[in-house]
């Protein structure tokens, strides 16, 4: 007993303590990029063409091949010098022939975690801009949450690496006896192997994820070498060597006793954390700081997720004192765990609203109680070994709580967070062509499957300035009640993204303005939330005219 005290002392307190440092010192860690300035601004009648426009971020972002185009009123894109980025800043330099007229700057760039984002924003010259409402605040053109194949890879990335930490760590720190079992040896080869393939499959799958092609075209050279460019790039390479490094020093775990392995395995394993935090939100500010907090984050789930992993492995096989030891480990990790995981996710909601009524505060929330849950099978566990019991039933639990925690991890770090509230720097201008009323106005239907139907009103279908009125009626012909609605513009044949419309609750109607800024096509995307048991996404067309 006097031994597991001493564990306690040298375990728990270390971990407390960086955990509180970690809360007091540590800075808001960044989720994606937001695009907080630009020059000219959203909606600016400039009386000469600039020399050149300027997007500035909240955080360092890369740039996509074609990911910023300057549309000109008729929807064709202007020929223009290629854009340079330099940290939080993007500098674009424009035509020196630029004409008179209206101009929409259509963009997508990387967040330093990989995560795509886009929007636009206008301005004109000699004349009034087709203004995009939130135009500076972040406008998501990408969808809330990545493809299937990135957040299913990156879950198999964090289940091989804690698998492999935690085969580790129980060897090193519970018990050295259990290097020799089969079982446990298949276990860490799988993790090493299943962990270098993920970290290869994550660059590959990164191109067309950023790009927003097809991952047909997961293979194209020109993709792969825009994203080993790139600081994700370069921590997933990073990860994709550790795995060999770590291959080699550990490929028979009875190898981790000898005093090279011993001090050289788990210095891969935190460089291993290091870079997948540093291909993850860690790498955001740019700051040590909070790439350290991260880290220790990836480390505490590791190290106890993959703990548990080999208790249930082993079964009944484990001896006694070595599932107290892994207690003792396991409390250390949970205090960090916790602290650094309430610090890095919790600062991107900035309200109750945001936090019940957005995807990422939702699943923010799936986490938060998951996590309590496995805290509270971790207790039993605990209780079980005071009684002198084993735990075998409640740890089983407690391993398929920890892994639920890590799928909805790897959704929530693919998720765009709520963007910050950030003011738009123009507004509409006066002096529109009066005879715009006189236009003909159109009417958008949309189906929500079982719930109903939708008619979004677009009065006029101009390029004058446009009210908007959504009705959402519910299969009883009866006026329908939602959360939320979000609604964006998009022209596909013109190759504009969509484009928030901030709409207004307003009885039972939904309300709000937009500006087309060219003729055409438009693709109207409505997603319905708190209507029925899910959210509904449906899609219409409206034509536009000048």
């Known amino acids: 007993m006097a031994s597991v005290r001493h564990v306690v002392r040298r375990g728990i307190v270390p971990a407390v303590l960086a955990a509180v440092f970690g809360l007091l010192f540590a800075s808001p860690v960044a989720a994606h990029a937001e695009l907080v300035h630009t020059n000219p601004s959203n909606g600016a009648r400039l009386s000469a063409a600039p020399a050149k426009v300027t997007l500035t971020f909240s955080e360092s972002v890369e740039l996509i091949d074609g990911g910023i185009r300057l549309v000109d009123k008729a929807g064709g894109t202007v020929t223009t010098p290629e854009p340079t980025v330099a940290g939080h800043t993007v500098t674009w330099a424009m035509p020196t022939d630029l004409p008179r007229g209206s101009y929409l700057v259509n963009w997508r760039v990387v967040s330093s975690d990989g995560h795509p984002v886009g929007g636009a924003f206008s301005f004109g010259v000699g004349v009034v801009a087709a203004h995009v409402p939130n135009g500076v605040a972040q406008a998501d053109s990408t969808p809330q949450t990545a493809p299937w194949p990135v957040v299913a890879i990156r879950l198999v990335g964090y289940l091989a690496f804690s698998v492999f930490a935690g085969v580790v760590a129980f060897v090193l720190w519970c018990s050295s006896g259990s290097r020799t079992d089969p079982a446990l040896q298949r276990l860490a080869r799988s993790a090493l192997v299943t962990g270098a393939v993920a970290a290869f499959a994550g660059l590959l799958v990164q191109g067309p994820y950023t790009a927003g092609v097809s991952m047909i075209r997961l293979l194209d050279p020109s993709l792969l070498q825009q994203t080993l460019a790139s600081p994700f790039g370069t921590a997933m390479a990073w990860r994709v060597a550790l795995y060999l490094v770590l291959a080699v020093l550990s490929w028979r775990l009875v190898e981790l006793t000898s005093r090279p392995a011993k001090w050289a395995v788990p210095v891969g394993i935190v460089g291993t954390a290091v870079a997948i935090a540093a291909a993850g939100h860690g790498a955001a500010t740019g700051r040590v700081l909070d790439l350290g907090v991260v880290t220790m984050h990836v480390l505490a789930a590791g190290i106890w997720v993959g703990g548990l992993v080999v208790l249930v492995a082993l079964g009944r096989s484990v001896e006694r004192r070595a599932v107290q030891q892994f207690s003792v480990l396991a409390m250390a990790s949970v205090v960090a765990l916790v602290a650094t995981g309430v610090l890095n996710s919790l600062q991107h909601v900035h309200s109750w609203d945001q936090l019940l009524l957005t995807r990422y505060g939702l699943l923010l929330v799936v986490k938060l109680m998951l996590v309590g849950s496995t805290l509270a099978a971790a207790a039993v566990s605990r209780q079980r070994l005071r009684q002198d019991r084993t ?156």
């Open 391 to 546: 735990p075998l039933q409640s740890v089983r639990v407690e391993a398929l709580l920890t892994v639920a925690v890590l799928a909805v991890t790897a959704a929530l770090s693919m998720t765009s967070p709520p963007p910050k509230a950030v003011a738009e720097t123009a507004r509409p201008a006066a002096g529109r062509n009066a005879g715009a009323s006189a236009a003909a106005n159109a009417v958008v239907q949309m189906s929500l499957a079982d719930q109903g139907n939708a008619a979004l009103g677009v009065i006029p279908a101009t390029t004058t300035g446009s009210r908007l009125h959504l009705l959402l009626t519910g299969s009883n012909g009866r006026p329908l009640k939602a959360k939320q609605v979000l609604l964006k513009m998009s022209n596909p044949g013109r190759n504009v993204d969509g484009i928030p419309v901030r709409m207004t609750a307003r009885n039972d109607i939904w309300v709000g303005r937009f500006q087309f800024p060219f003729t055409g096509v438009w693709k109207a995307t409505l997603t319905v939330q708190g209507a029925g048991p899910s959210a509904v996404v449906t899609a219409g067309e409206v034509t536009v005219n000048k």
